[in-house]
């Protein structure tokens, strides 16, 4: 059997790990997009303690998971790995903002830094949610006072 995992203590392993700088050059995009999502994850000071989280399923191709704050300083992460999607109604009650907050974008997968449009999705949890085909938004709730 040729298929094997090297031992994570081998030199060759070390040597195979070690990051290539031209190629990361040349990813710049995706390397943008990773670097941002681990700061996320490490400094969100939701996101990194992880209080509550709960998710669901919005269509076939798309799901969110939602991060209950202590204060009602909630996260949702919305992922669609399909077409655009359009939730009107708003059927899935997780997508709702705390009580007295609105969402607000804090990170989105179409940013031109990692190569996207630009274009943010409308956040209006009123009466509908648009989702852009093969996108992630990730939103934070944010106080009616302080909007």
Not at 111 to 130: E, K, L
């Amino acid at each position: 059997m040729d298929d094997y995992v090297s031992s994570p203590s081998s030199h060759h392993t070390f040597q195979a790990s070690i990051l290539d700088h031209i190629e990361q050059k040349r990813h710049d995009k995706d390397y943008a997009l990773v670097r941002d999502l681990i700061h996320l994850r490490k400094n969100d000071p939701v996101i990194k303690t992880q209080p509550s989280v709960d998710g669901a399923i919005l269509s076939p191709m798309a799901f969110t998971f939602r991060y209950f704050g202590l204060n009602h300083d909630d996260r949702l992460i919305i992922i669609n790995l399909g077409r655009d999607l359009n939730l009107e109604p708003n059927p899935e009650p997780l997508l709702a903002p705390p009580e007295n907050t609105l969402w607000d974008v804090l990170w989105f997968s179409e940013h031109p830094a990692y190569g996207g449009t630009g274009v943010q999705p409308p956040v209006d949890t009123q009466i509908r949610w648009f989702v852009p085909g093969e996108s992630a938004v990730v939103v934070k709730a944010t106080s009616i006072t302080e909007g």
